[in-house]
């Protein structure tokens, strides 16, 4: 059973490696054309509300401690703490994503649309790419990671309702590891995400 | 079992631990809106990334149980990091070795069609005619 668990957390983190690059190549072409149209990016980026990122940031951090809780509840056989644990990130991870659909939306009314669907009206810079540039990596990024919350709460979701039935204990907690790893790294590329899209200048 | 029974030995330190982990992580992300406030010119960039980077290290280390694992899912994690290093160290190397790209492949170009595009409009010319 040891050797089982260190073989699916070798697993986990060679995915997690996967990710890290996946979402570095998106970093890196972000890097790029901020490099390439500097004022653009920073005209672009006080439209995104400070606030929503903020608070989604703290929101994130909250489950991401809720989820190491649930570990740990389901490490020293307190499945019904686990379970309520488990729970808690969901419910976490329905805030940030509400907050997410607000921003989207608020975003599509004042015509913040990515690549060729942008319309917004009154920038500094008439005609300039720049613009729908950010608002595509900003979508496709806070996209795919919206995506993985979306994953992440379902995977929340099963493990909670297991936990409640007791399959978890000391000699066997491997999912609950596992999703939790992944959880925290959700957490971790928000946390590259908020700064270089909310508070950069 | 060692490695499994090695952190639930004291539930409520690890709680301690974990609690004090997230409230350092909330006071680093106010210090980060805070410092966004304040110009510092390029250090802004700078400030932000590195306190991010702190920020990931300690989920990394604390929340992903790094600090306590088995050594080898720190290197598969710190290898990801290492290679994504490689890619923006040469990317950025060469996108910052260009002083700028589009000049060197448009300016020969008028010059060159220049008279093309000059007796183009005059072909067209004689055809209207």
Known sequence: ?201 | MSTHTEHAENPKAETVKYSITLVALLILTAITIGASYINFGSGNVVIALTIATIKGSIVALIFMHLLHDKPVNAVIGVAGFIFLGIFLLFDFLDVGSRTNPQPINLHPMPAVTAPATAGAPAAADTKKE
Not at chain 1, 131 to 147: I, N, R
Not at chain 1, 158 to 168: Q, T
Request: charged fraction near 15%; hydrophobic fraction near 50%.
């Open chain 1, 1 to 201: 059973m040891e050797q089982q668990f260190d073989t699916s957390k070798i697993g986990m983190w060679l995915f997690l490696a996967t990710e890290v690059l996946t979402f570095g190549a998106l970093f890196a072409g972000f890097g790029l054309m901020q490099n390439k149209y500097p004022q653009e990016f920073v005209e672009a980026h006080e439209k995104l509300k400070r606030w929503a990122g903020s608070t989604n940031t703290v929101v994130l951090l909250v489950s991401s401690f809720t989820a190491v809780m649930a570990v740990l509840m389901a490490r020293t056989n307190q499945a019904k703490k686990c379970a309520m644990y488990l729970w808690l990130t969901v419910g976490c991870a329905g805030i940030f994503m509400c907050i997410k659909a607000y921003e989207y939306t608020s975003d599509f009314e004042e015509g913040l649309y990515p690549a060729k669907y942008y319309s917004h009206v009154g920038d500094l810079i008439p005609g300039s790419h720049g613009y729908a540039t950010f608002f595509s990596f900003y979508f496709m990024m806070t996209g795919l990671h919206g995506l993985h919350v979306l994953i992440g709460m379902g995977l929340m979701s099963w493990l909670a309702i297991r936990a409640s039935r007791g399959e978890f204990s000391d000699k066997y907690y491997t999912p609950v590891d596992l999703v939790a790893l992944f959880w925290h790294l959700v957490d971790l590329i928000w946390i590259y995400l908020f700064p270089l899209y909310y508070l950069i200048t």
